[in-house]
């Protein structure tokens, strides 16, 4: 019954950093093993990052790895995605996905989706 809520995006010029937050509720954070995926205009939802149950593993992209870092905080029972020296080409909606099974770079072994938040990097 996880439910998951993306924001932090925004318009910003290449070069530059934004941190996205995806707020879950509904369910043990720690219980969840949590995704970023990104879908621009006209194209496929791709894959970005994810990060285990627990924490313990995190797995890129290669298109991001060195520029983003996926985190959580039990606490706050929130995951961010650390975007820096953003490129024109990570122009999309991101969006946060929980997975009860493993963390992967597929989207269909995400069972819980958010509503996106757009980021929009000007050249």
């Known amino acids: 019954q996880v439910q998951l809520v993306e924001s932090g995006g925004g318009l910003v010029q290449a070069g530059g950093s934004l941190r996205l937050s995806c707020a879950a509720s509904g369910g043990t954070f720690s219980s969840y093993a949590m995704g970023w995926f990104r879908q621009a205009p006209g194209k496929e939802r791709e894959f970005v990052a994810a990060m285990s149950r627990g924490g313990g593993g995190t797995y890129y992209a290669d298109s991001v790895k060195g520029r983003f870092t996926i985190s959580g905080d039990n606490a706050k029972n929130t995951v961010y995605l650390q975007m820096n020296s953003l490129k024109p080409e990570d122009t999309a909606i991101y969006y946060c996905?929980?997975?009860?099974?493993?963390?992967?770079?597929?989207?269909?072994?995400?069972?819980?989706w958010g509503q996106g938040t757009q980021v929009t990097v000007s050249s």
């Open positions: 996905a929980a997975s009860v099974f493993y963390y992967s770079s597929s989207t269909a072994s995400y069972n819980t």
